[in-house]
């Protein structure tokens, strides 16, 4: 698939996630810069061809999607097209789109399928006007001053439509709009750590034992009852390694013990399951959206391991990725974090000094969660990766992830 896509999360007041919103670009951004952008005059979306292919469950957990669309998309039978209940999509326009008559009455006919409507980058909600009585969605302002000046608008005059406060960058700043009347909120607030002066000695019991777990299985040749000893103090967790073995033994007898479940899968694979099992478990007190994070990040740093050269050590990227929120996780500074947690030098020089192979990977798929397309299609062409690639390892890794998730009253998988 020739598209970079990302979908980042909506949340309520609450650090729920409700929705997620698609930002993309079709094609590497520096060779299509002279061009006219393709989705413009496309009569088929590209994001509800690859809902319909993998379904809203895989992409978004069954939360509304907002897709991006066009005024030449906006005059399709879009409803015949997308096999996702009309209710659950939203049709999001930007200041792209001609405002004019026509328009207008598609706005009206979506509306009246079910489908909601929303604007964002909108400066100027003047020209809107004769739309907001059929919009659901308003994103609100690329800055403090606008936000609250579009506020006062739509609070005051069309007090139906939802608004989305956009682009949050800090929990402070989210702290202090969160029960003003905003309805959703967008930005990376919820995965920058911001100093509590919490301390090492401030972590829950279970945390430790889950940290010492990790520790245990990151060793280069780890002592397995030392492994077995520490699941099988935690009921869940023995389960849920159970269940993993056995439904990857193709051994027509059950396993019955950890001992044998552990010889049986081996060191490489148990260290995956235990980093992914851990991050899970740590991520508990945290928005949902921060494990997802960091699970899709680890993933997806693993599969880019090949295009950096780097695939005897995918392994180790994957820790990186899974890693790179830890002070979010425990609310310590990184450094603090990594004091608890045994990781190769190559993780931790990426995770602290930024620097190194590893590092590289980490600030590509960074940057491609920000969706910085003119960065990643720079470094595509250095790299001599193909956008196809890149997208193709950025959707193993959301499946991958969804995947989990499906797997998570049965156990853990990391096929």
Same mark, same amino acid.
């Given at each position: ?22 930002? !993309? ?15 413009? =005059? ?12 993998? =379904? ?10 907002? #897709? ?8 399709? @039978? ?8 009309? $209710? ?8 792209? %789109? ?83 009347? !905003?309805?959703? /909120? ?10 509590? =002066? ?20 990151? $060793? ?9 000893? #520490? ?20 051994? $027509? ?61 995918? @392994? ?30 190559? %993780? ?45 390892? !950025? ?16 156990? /853990?998988?990391?096929?």
């Amino acid at each position: 698939m020739n598209l970079l896509f990302v979908p980042k999360p909506l949340f309520n007041s609450d650090m729920k996630v409700e929705g997620y919103y698609i930002t !993309y670009q079709r094609g590497n951004a520096i060779l299509e810069s002279a061009k006219s952008n393709p989705l413009d =005059g496309a009569m088929n979306s590209p994001f509800i061809t690859f809902i319909n292919e993998v =379904g809203l469950e895989a992409l978004t957990q069954e939360k509304i999607i907002f #897709i991006p669309v066009t005024t030449i998309l906006m005059m399709t @039978d879009i409803e015949k097209s997308c096999k996702v209940a009309p $209710q659950m999509v939203v049709l999001m326009m930007d200041k792209k %789109v001609d405002l004019n008559a026509t328009l207008l009455e598609r706005v009206k006919r979506f509306s009246s399928l079910g489908f909601k409507i929303a604007f964002r980058d909108f400066g100027d909600l003047e020209p809107l006007k004769h739309y907001l009585p059929f919009t659901d969605y308003v994103f609100c302002g690329l800055s403090e001053e606008q936000r609250q000046k579009q506020f006062q608008t739509l609070q005051s005059d069309y007090p139906m439509v939802k608004m989305i406060a956009a682009d949050i960058a800090a929990k402070p700043s989210f702290d202090k709009i969160k029960y003003k009347g !905003y309805h959703l /909120y967008d930005g990376p607030f919820y995965k920058i750590h911001i100093p509590t =002066g919490a301390n090492m000695s401030a972590l829950s019991p279970l945390k430790v034992n889950y940290v010492q777990l990790l520790n245990i299985v990151n $060793q280069n040749d780890f002592d397995f009852s030392a492994f077995t000893r #520490i699941v099988r103090q935690d009921t869940a967790l023995a389960i849920r390694f159970m269940q993993l073995v056995n439904a990857a033994s193709k051994s $027509q007898s059950e396993i019955k013990n950890i001992n044998q479940a552990a010889a049986m899968l081996g060191q490489r694979e148990i260290k995956k399951w235990v980093a992914t099992a851990v991050s899970t478990v740590l991520c508990a007190d945290k928005p949902s959206e921060v494990t997802r994070l960091s699970l899709c990040r680890a993933k997806f740093c693993e599969n880019l391991a090949k295009y950096f050269d780097l695939a005897i050590l995918q @392994d180790n990227l994957f820790l990186t990725g899974l890693l790179s929120i830890l002070d979010v996780i425990l609310e310590l500074p990184m450094e603090e974090a990594l004091k608890l947690v045994f990781v190769p030098d190559q %993780v931790r020089n990426a995770l602290l000094s930024g620097r190194g192979d590893f590092h590289r990977v980490l600030d590509f798929v960074m940057q491609y969660e920000q969706g910085y397309w003119q960065e990643i299609s720079r470094q595509a062409l250095i790299l001599d990766i193909s956008i196809s690639d890149i997208s193709d390892a !950025y959707v193993d890794a959301v499946l991958w992830y969804s995947h989990l998730l499906s797997m998570s009253d049965e156990g /853990y998988s990391n096929e």
